[in-house]
């Protein structure tokens, strides 16, 4: 090419910033545009200490202005409604952006189709699904609080279930922190008998111990049927509950259904090891967006995110200068299973899997972490 490259990265989270951050790491003169609704991050792994109190919205809000004129960042607020031309044109609620190059790093959404599904939280939805849980218990003087999560069903790996374990665990010890747990029945409830089966078998173990330890009602490997207000209805019997906590699997955005980009069973983007889009010229995708060969047990996360965006970022310079795009990424999965005072440290990468048991320092490791990851877009 010559002269600065146009580069479009859709989104504005986990993924599409590391690929900022790595695009403008390597390229100095590259025209970075980021079209999302707004110029800000919400660091969600963080919401599960709203109900507690230990977080408030505006702790895990960071505006990105001041980010992006430091990257050097054109910023369109607004929502993508299509692409046209190959990836080279996207079109947005506030007109169309040229490229030549695109990142696609707008998540995924939750598949809603479950019958009665409204009358539950969907916790990973946002900031104000947890303050929305937190109001919820305040108000309670007892009664049933039941939480699960499923799968896309034509895609296993298409699924966010670490953080409805943190949110059982959290509000069991925040009911005993206030004196009245025993008024409360809480009933973990999955299609699978092995739930959080990608964390290694070791690990559900220890979850599935750990719920007995604290007398957590467990209701496994039933399919589930529907929701009702007051109840869970699955194959294997109804649950009461007076509070319903569910995370569905996850499928693409609406709008990839207005492109013909290329997708996955499960409704996903497909992309190669290098995170290209198959078939698409200089266009990738990073994060919950993408479809990815590799193990079926290959998180959505934002630590997976990260290490799609270096990926795809060295990728895509490469390919517009005519090099070989050859960086890859080794599917990791990383994360601290958080309780609200203690962690469980999980690794597991295709050699190996590493389980702690829970730790009182890797609660205070996860709070680090999240000051340290947020420090670079304050």
């Given at each position: 090419m010559t002269g600065p490259a146009r580069i479009?990265?859709?989104?504005?989270?986990?993924?599409?910033?590391?690929?900022?951050?790595?695009?403008?790491?390597?390229?100095?003169?590259?025209?970075?545009?980021?079209?999302?609704?707004?110029?800000?991050l919400h660091y969600l792994p963080s919401i599960i200490w709203i109900p507690g109190g230990l977080r408030r919205r505006e702790d895990l809000i960071v505006p990105l202005a001041p980010f992006f004129e430091r990257m050097r960042v054109r910023h369109v607020a607004a929502e993508v409604t299509g692409l046209d031309d190959g990836g080279r044109t996207v079109h947005t609620t506030g007109g169309a952006v040229e490229n030549d190059a695109l990142v696609i790093a707008t998540g995924g959404r939750f598949i809603k189709k479950l019958p009665g599904i409204e009358h539950a939280i969907t916790p990973c939805e946002g900031i104000a699904a947890a303050e929305q849980i937190r109001d919820r218990l305040r108000a309670m003087q007892g009664g049933t609080i039941a939480v699960g999560f499923a799968a896309n069903p034509q895609e296993q790996q298409a699924v966010r279930g670490g953080p409805m374990f943190e949110f059982l665990f959290g509000i069991d010890a925040q009911l005993r922190r206030e004196g009245r747990r025993e008024r409360f029945e809480l009933v973990f409830f999955n299609p699978s008998r092995e739930p959080g089966a990608r964390l290694g078998a070791k690990t559900v173990q220890g979850l599935l111990a750990e719920m007995a330890r604290r007398g957590i009602t467990t209701h496994l490997g039933h399919?589930?049927?529907?929701?009702?207000?007051?109840?869970?209805?699955?194959?294997?019997?109804?649950?009461?509950?007076?509070?319903?906590?569910?995370?569905?699997?996850?499928?693409?955005?609406?709008?990839?259904?207005?492109?013909?980009?290329?997708?996955?069973?499960?409704?996903?983007?497909?992309?190669?090891?290098?995170?290209?889009?198959?078939?698409?010229?200089?266009?990738?995708?990073?994060?919950?967006?993408?479809?990815?060969?590799?193990?079926?047990?290959?998180?959505?996360?934002?630590?997976?995110?990260?290490?799609?965006?270096?990926?795809?970022?060295?990728?895509?310079?490469?390919?517009?200068?005519?090099?070989?795009?050859?960086?890859?990424?080794?599917?990791?999965?990383?994360?601290?299973?958080?309780?609200?005072?203690?962690?469980?440290?999980?690794?597991?990468?295709?050699?190996?899997?590493?389980?702690?048991?829970?730790?009182?320092?890797?609660?205070?490791?996860?709070?680090?972490?999240?000051?340290?990851?947020?420090?670079?877009?304050?």
């Open positions: 479009t990265i859709l989104g504005a989270g986990f993924g599409a910033l590391s690929c900022v951050r790595e695009l403008r790491r390597r390229d100095a003169r590259a025209q970075i545009t980021v079209v999302a609704p707004r110029a800000e399919k589930m049927v529907r929701l009702e207000a007051g109840k869970v209805v699955t194959e294997g019997g109804e649950i009461r509950a007076d509070l319903i906590l569910f995370m569905p699997g996850m499928t693409g955005n609406a709008w990839f259904d207005a492109t013909t980009l290329p997708r996955s069973p499960g409704g996903l983007v497909r992309a190669d090891a290098q995170c290209r889009v198959e078939g698409w010229q200089h266009c990738y995708v990073v994060g919950d967006s993408g479809s990815f060969p590799g193990p079926d047990w290959a998180p959505k996360q934002a630590h997976m995110a990260d290490l799609h965006a270096r990926a795809a970022a060295q990728n895509l310079l490469d390919g517009l200068a005519g090099r070989p795009q050859q960086a890859g990424f080794v599917p990791e999965l990383a994360c601290i299973i958080d309780t609200g005072t203690h962690g469980t440290l999980v690794l597991r990468n295709p050699q190996r899997t590493l389980v702690l048991p829970p730790l009182r320092l890797m609660h205070w490791a996860k709070r680090a972490f999240e000051r340290r990851y947020l420090r670079q877009y304050r």
